[in-house]
């Protein structure tokens, strides 16, 4: 029986790694057994990002595309809304009004 993937390149997606722990949100870009690759930011500054895109300046933001090597990888989740809780994407709509897809895929077109 084989697995079926349920990540697909373009989805948004929580990557959590170690050494050192970091928590990123992001889109995937690419996922292989090498590791991941991920248009995204680190969640620890997350407020203030919600904060800086709202007020347009989101060229502020600290957005990187990133490859990660699996052996740093300990999980990785789909953006996606859990027993009543919005997903990370949800809420970023909700709170800049811009689409997560389209802020994340623009500023990957103007670093």
Request: hydrophobic residues 40%.
């Amino acid at each position: 029986m084989s697995l079926t993937m349920p990540f697909a390149p373009g989805d948004l997606v929580v990557l959590v790694l170690h050494s050192p722990r970091e928590r990123l949100w992001g889109c995937l870009l690419g996922l292989e057994a090498s590791g991941i690759a991920l248009r995204g930011l680190d969640l620890n500054p997350w407020e203030e990002v919600l904060t800086l895109v709202r007020k347009g300046q989101g060229d502020q933001v600290a957005l990187g595309t990133r490859f990660l090597p699996m052996h740093r990888v300990e999980a990785l989740y789909l953006d996606e809304p859990s027993s009543g809780v919005p997903s990370l994407g949800q809420v970023f709509q909700e709170r800049t009004g811009l689409d997560p897809a389209t802020y994340l895929g623009s500023a990957a077109a103007n670093p």
